[in-house]
């Protein structure tokens, strides 16, 4: 290798060293499920983002072993050439029947398909309006589409608006944010996005990808929790590897927004479909998602038990309305050291650190999924109350 090239990847390691933000690579042997063996040791994993156990759920296995038969394994090529099987086409259609939207794209990543949507609204010219806490593919979505950013205060409508009164008066306007932020759990006022963007013709793009499959009566997300229509959150964004236990993604629209996207987004045309028997697990998981009204009572009753947990323990967290519970700490090297504490004692809860969340806002980030047993629940919080007393400064 070129002696620069070396000199260059070594500094740059370094500099991450240095900084405390080295990060480890855990290897996972078996299925993605609570009890589970990571680096050889057994333990019961706390920060998946499987909310509704469909990850390693028979039903949902059984549909890709069953597709992989009839579809066997390469997608071969783009969407547009000839990737596109009837698997794919018939997962559009029950993810926009499941969303209540007029059509569903599917997309071989969350990632891409936010750079797919923001690069085909909005360009050099138009303002795009985004909650300072919005996820890493968002932000960078913004960036490369060219368009202006304002950054409004995390979850605060009264800001937006100054920004919005204040934005130049040319151009479209979109404004974007997270439907339930990754890093927090908090779930975004939609509403008051909804009326503001009437107000200012500004479209509304909501990320959902921890939304879907929690929230909601049907798991139709935070749209749904909040009884917003096609009207209110024209631009819909979902994730299918988190609550939907799989992998990829969709926007769900307009008929005119999905045409748009399938003759003009780079990310979508340049790009090999997802394997057909991913889309036809999704099938199953969507199905299941949908009617699994039982798994989210239990998951809301564990939600509530962390929480109650936490407050006995005097940690603040956000409200009990995701699964998504952090527990701020503050200093980064004491989240680091409580979350070791953690693992030594058989539970796998990542400490969040800077520049992932603002400085001083060092988390645990603990997961809930409803394959968790509240038995674990209750072991973790006792792990806890001995990982904060063990550890210096707490
Ligand atoms: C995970 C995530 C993404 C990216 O989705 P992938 O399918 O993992 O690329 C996008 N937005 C949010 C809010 C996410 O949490």
Redesign the pocket.
């Known amino acids: 290798m070129s002696d620069s090239l070396q000199r260059f990847l070594h500094k740059r390691l370094e500099t991450v060293r240095e900084a405390g933000l080295w990060r480890r690579l855990r290897t996972l042997d078996g299925p993605q499920k609570p009890e589970q063996i990571i680096d050889g040791q057994r333990v019961v994993a706390f920060c998946s983002?499987d909310y509704l156990g469909l990850a390693a759920d028979p039903a949902v296995s059984a549909a890709a072993r069953e597709a992989l038969d009839a579809y066997a394994t390469g997608a071969g090529a783009a969407h547009l050439i000839n990737g596109h099987t009837r698997a794919h086409a018939e997962l559009e259609q029950a993810l926009a029947r499941f969303t209540g939207r007029e059509r569903a794209l599917v997309f071989s990543?969350?990632?891409?398909?936010?750079l797919a949507l923001v690069q085909t609204l909005v360009g050099r010219h138009d303002t795009v309006f985004e909650d300072r806490w919005n996820?890493a593919?968002?932000i960078d979505a913004v960036r490369l589409s060219g368009a202006r950013s304002q950054r409004y205060r995390h979850a605060d409508p009264e800001h937006l608006r100054q920004r919005l009164e204040r934005a130049p008066a040319n151009g479209h306007r979109l404004i974007v944010t997270?439907g339930v932020f990754?890093m927090d759990g908090d779930i975004a006022p939609l509403p008051q996005l909804a009326a503001l963007a009437r107000e200012f013709d500004a479209w509304l793009m909501v990320?959902d990808?921890?939304g879907f499959t929690v929230l909601g009566e049907t798991g139709g997300g935070s749209c749904q929790h909040f009884g917003l229509d096609a009207g209110d959150v024209p631009i819909l964004m979902g994730?299918?590897?988190?609550g939907f236990g799989t992998?990829?993604?969709f926007v769900a629209g307009s008929e005119a927004l999905i045409e748009t996207l399938i003759q003009t987004a780079r990310p979508y045309i340049y790009t090999t479909a997802m394997p057909a028997a991913l889309a036809a697990a999704t099938l199953a998981s969507v199905r299941i998602a949908e009617a699994a009204g039982d798994r989210r009572d239990h998951l809301r009753a564990l939600i509530r038990r962390l929480g109650a947990g936490l407050d006995a323990l005097g940690l603040p967290h956000p409200p009990p309305d995701t699964p998504i519970q952090p527990v701020i700490l503050g200093d980064a090297a004491r989240a680091t050291a409580i979350a070791e504490r953690l693992r030594q004692a058989g539970f796998l809860v990542p400490a969040i650190r800077p520049p992932t969340v603002p400085e001083g806002q060092a988390r645990l980030r603990i997961t809930l999924s409803a394959v968790h047993s509240e038995a674990q629940v209750n072991a973790l919080l006792n792990a806890l109350e001995r990982a904060l007393h063990a550890s210096p400064g707490g």
């Open positions: 983002n990543t969350g990632y891409m398909a936010n996820h593919s968002l997270d990754s990320d990808a921890h994730t299918l590897g988190k992998a990829g993604a």
